[in-house]
Antibody
Framework: EVQLVESGGGLVQPGGSLRLSCAAS????????LNWVRQAPGKGLEWVSS????????SYADSVKGRFTISRDNPKNTLYLQMNSLRAEDTAVYYC??????????????WGKGTTVTVSS | DIQMTQSPSSVSASVGDRVTITCRAS??????LAWYQQKPGKAPKLLIY???SLQGGVPSRFSGSESGTDFTLTINSLQPEDFATYYC?????????FGGGTKVEIK
């Protein structure tokens, strides 16, 4: 069974940093692209970042480009999101999600339960 | 960026009804369209991928179709567990983009 478990969320002041982690199991981690998707309170889903499994190439939403960094540790089966220069508008539940097929990058078939990030003074 | 325009934003329906949700892409996405269901406090769940392929374990009352850049999610014979919010998402190019969501409520 595929499992994705996020951690690392919390309350942080504007301008601060957090690192989210997503521990994965139940599939060949290195073979799949992974995504971070967030949801602000009462709002819809917003894609944040992707990292491919094959070559580790990355993509970012414009809203986080230059502030967030996605990475993966394949031997540890763990996905990360380093978030710097946090703003109030980054407040959201952050989900990690696995893609459906090994050569795909955007269709997400397994999601974690999410971790909450609150940016406030 | 590809804009995904989803409608309606909410719909009231009764158990047994047929519900149709539409999503329009601002440009060609070559069938790279997914539908997700989300219940309050829960993560999204993949229902349909590649516009019309049913994800494993999803009831057959859910179906997807496409016509050009217009995509449709149909729920036949709505069940109590189907009351939720539904999102479309294009998986064609980055940035990945979602529709605004459709909340299916009990009439």
């Amino acid at each position: 069974e595929v499992q994705l478990v996020e951690s690392g969320g919390g309350l942080v002041q504007p301008g601060g940093s957090l690192r989210l982690s997503c521990a994965a199991s139940g599939f060949t981690f290195s073979s799949y692209a992974l995504n971070w998707v967030r949801q602000a309170p009462g709002k819809g889903l917003e894609w944040v970042s992707s990292i491919r499994g094959s070559d580790g190439s990355t993509s970012y939403a414009d809203s986080v480009k230059g502030r967030f960094t996605i990475s993966r540790d394949n031997p540890k089966n763990t996905l990360y999101l380093q978030m710097n220069s946090l703003r109030a508008e980054d407040t959201a539940v952050y989900y990690c999600a696995k893609v459906l097929r090994t050569n795909w990058w955007g269709t997400m078939d397994a999601w974690g339960k999410g971790t909450t990030v609150t940016v406030s003074s | 960026d590809i804009q995904m325009t989803q409608s309606p934003s909410s719909v009231s329906a009764s158990v047994g009804d047929r519900v149709t949700i539409t999503c329009r892409a601002s440009q060609d996405i070559s069938s790279w369209l997914a539908w997700y269901q989300q219940k309050p406090g829960k993560a999204p769940k993949l229902l349909i991928y590649a516009a019309s392929s049913l994800q494993g374990g999803v009831p057959s009352r859910f179906s997807g179709s496409e016509s050009g850049t217009d995509f449709t999610l149909t729920i036949n014979s709505l069940q109590p567990e189907d009351f939720a919010t539904y999102y479309c998402q294009q998986a064609h190019i980055f940035p990945l983009t979602f529709g605004g969501g459709t909340k299916v409520e009990i009439k």
